[in-house]
């Protein structure tokens, strides 16, 4: 007998699969080692059983993505965890993340945390910043109690939704809020260093919903080496949407003649720290150098 389903855990060797009949706990066949291929948590995949109770995977399905170290594949969408303090809130990470993920072509919504421990004047700062992105097209949530509310609805059937941000951005401890049987390890941020430690080691699949909601290890580095520089503009969404406008189908928002981008720099209309971000990540390709970021 054959059935479908998803891995949702490896463990020692061993993969957990959410199917129609319950969770079923296999093994994967030899050819995957053969091929150099190994199954990933997220995974849409086959598996045969017997009347014995062995259990072995046979086939994955092709993905739609793989992201992350370790990877959860077949990403419906990212909940970014960015941080009022404790790492400091960031600008250059948030556009760094939101980058990289436009790039594996991954919605992204944000969720800030720590905001009750910074004083008003300052959360009202992040608030001011983060509102240019929610015109950008970015959904936004400054209270677990708002995306709680929210969060149940927006997940769709066999959706995989998945928590990302940075080390200590308190990751665990939301998903620990949202799904409380989760049992996900916290810790204390580093002071010395201004950085949270990895508590999370491996990815899990936790059902929420109609889908299921993954907490991964935290970024220390996001390599964007591999973008082309010419098409790093596409993954900045206001200068996609505005490049239509540019007298150059191939206008690289620089130097170029009747610009649309920079007219709406120059207008107010565009951040200028998103336009710094993006010159910062064009000479971090063209130099193929990757920044670790400490904020």
């Known amino acids: 007998m054959i059935i479908n389903g998803i891995v949702i855990s490896l463990i020692a060797g061993y993969y957990d699969v959410s199917t129609p009949d319950g969770l079923v706990r296999t093994r994967a066949r030899g050819v995957f ?24 995977l046979i086939k994955v399905h092709e993905r739609k993505n793989r992201i992350g170290r370790p990877a959860v594949a077949n990403v419906s969408h990212v909940l970014l965890v960015m941080t009022a303090t404790q790492p400091e809130f960031s600008l250059p990470l948030l556009d760094r993340f939101l980058t990289f993920f436009a790039w594996q072509k991954v919605p992204v919504s944000i969720y800030l945390s720590k905001s009750d421990l910074v004083d008003a004047e300052t959360l009202n700062s992040i608030k001011n910043d983060l509102s240019y992105y929610q015109e950008i097209g970015y959904t936004i949530y400054f209270s677990k109690e708002e995306l709680e509310n929210r969060l149940m609805n927006q997940i769709g059937e066999n959706e995989i939704w998945t928590l990302a941000g940075q080390s200590g951005a308190g990751k665990s401890t939301l998903l620990n809020a949202l799904k409380t049987d989760a049992g996900q390890k916290t810790a204390e941020i580093s002071q010395s260093l201004n950085r949270g430690k990895h508590t999370t080691r491996t990815v899990q699949l936790f059902e929420y919903g109609k889908g299921f909601i993954a907490d991964t290890p935290g970024f220390s580095a996001i390599d964007l080496s591999p973008i082309k520089i010419k098409e790093l503009r596409d993954y900045f969404t206001e200068f996609k949407a505005a490049s239509n406008a540019c007298k150059f189908r191939t206008c690289q928002h620089l130097h170029e003649p009747k610009c649309e981008v920079k007219r709406l720099l120059d207008a107010g209309k565009i951040k200028n720290s998103r336009y710094e971000s993006y010159l910062n990540l064009r000479d971090e390709i063209e130099q193929g ?7």
Do not use: A, C, I
């Open 33 to 56: 080692r053969k091929r150099n291929e190994k199954p990933q948590v997220g995974d849409s995949v086959d598996v045969q059983l017997d009347d014995h109770g062995t259990n072995y």
């Open 289 to 295: 150098r990757m920044p670790e970021y400490r904020k």
